[in-house]
T-cell receptor, first 115, second 114 residues
């Protein structure tokens, strides 16, 4: 079946502009996660959604970052007034349920470059 | 808070040689541990995971890892490296009460030489 998809695959923007990154999870997966991967660093948790529960936003680095999810489908990560330090690969993952041992299935990522 | 340390950002082995990628964790509660692999221009793929059952975990592509509580380690091994194993490998941890978010190490780039 189809895996997690993300769009765009690459995004180049100018400092100060807003960007939207999209994630389509695997159909039927109730949990969705966003991570950030900066060059030479490990993945950094940003936010996750579980069904209709309030999202865990504890990893968002500033109030310029926000994310939404419609039901158990598409999610959008928005970065307002982008800064050069926002340049990274943004990865989305989904899992069938919400549990510590559930496998997270990752998309290919969106590479964001802020000039 | 939990954390993961991967010793060696780059590891190089000869084809057919043993692969050993090191991962040590820090957690005040029992951890769940994962190894993911990332091939160029692809998303992360789960290799194996430790979920508090057997301490020796076997994964895909001939990889295995052993959970050693006394050493707070979860090293990844493969008896014989293949050229197709060249990729970046990430160790990650999650804990009960910490949400289902994964805390990742900084990754180890594995190079396999002829």
């Amino acid at each position: 079946g189809a895996g997690v998809s993300q769009s765009p695959s690459n995004k180049v923007t100018e400092k100060g502009k807003d960007v939207e990154l999209r994630c389509d999870p695997i159909s039927g997966h109730t949990a969705l996660y966003w991570y950030r991967q900066r060059l030479g660093q490990g993945l950094e948790f940003l936010i996750y959604f579980q069904g209709n529960s309030a999202p865990d936003k504890s990893g968002l680095p500033s109030d310029r970052f926000s994310a939404e999810r419609t039901g158990e489908s598409v999610s959008t990560l928005t970065i307002q007034r982008t800064q050069q330090e926002d340049s990274a690969v943004y990865l989305c993952a989904s899992s069938p349920q919400w549990g510590n041992t559930d496998t997270q299935y990752f998309g290919p990522g969106t590479r964001l470059t802020v000039l | 808070a939990q954390s993961v340390t991967q010793l060696g950002s780059h590891v190089s082995v000869s084809e057919g040689a043993l692969v050993l990628l090191r991962c040590n964790y820090s957690s005040s509660v029992p951890p769940y541990l994962f190894w993911y692999v990332q091939y160029p221009n692809q998303g992360l793929q789960l290799l194996l995971k430790y979920t508090s059952a057997a301490t020796l975990v076997k994964g895909i592509n001939g990889f295995e890892a052993e959970f050693k509580k006394s050493e707070t380690s979860f090293h990844l091994t493969k008896p014989s490296a293949h050229m197709s194993d060249a990729a970046e490998y990430f160790c990650a941890v999650s804990v009960t009460g910490g949400g289902n978010k994964l805390t990742f190490g900084t990754g180890t780039q594995l190079k396999v030489e002829l």
